[in-house]
């Protein structure tokens, strides 16, 4: 019932942007946080960004923090990663996910979360 679908990535040279979009469906998610992971070839899973459905408070991990910018647009049920000056170190398969949290702490955990999309490919060529 729940479906997550990505969007939004590309090849793009180092220092360029990339905005990814994740369209969320089946459920009302008033309770949860909407974020941001990725997994480049060989390296595991890791946090990206997140953000409260309701609210809007935002997370970021400490190698993205100041390029990019999580968003999102709760009447077309999106959510969005603005990535500036990219690296290729930030070439990855970027997944958005949906984790419910109504009283436990904010995780950066992927298993915590219970929802994910299929995943986007961005590329960052030197």
């Known amino acids: 019932q729940v479906q997550l679908v990505e969007s939004g990535g590309e090849l793009v040279q180092a220092g360029g942007s990339l905005r990814l979009s994740c369209v969320a469906s089946g459920r009302t998610f008033s309770s949860y946080d909407m974020g941001w992971f990725r997994q480049a070839p060989g390296k595991e899973r890791e946090f990206v960004a997140a953000?409260?459905?309701?609210?809007?408070?935002?997370w970021y991990a400490d190698s993205v923090e100041g390029r990019f910018t999580i968003s999102k647009d709760n009447a077309k049920n999106t959510f969005y990663l603005q990535m500036n000056s990219l690296k290729p170190e930030d070439t990855a398969i970027y997944y958005c996910a949906a984790r419910y949290r109504l009283f436990g702490a904010f995780s950066r955990i992927s298993r915590d979360y219970d929802y994910w999309g299929q995943g986007t490919q961005a590329t960052v060529s030197s």
């Open positions: 953000i409260t459905w309701t609210g809007g408070r935002t």
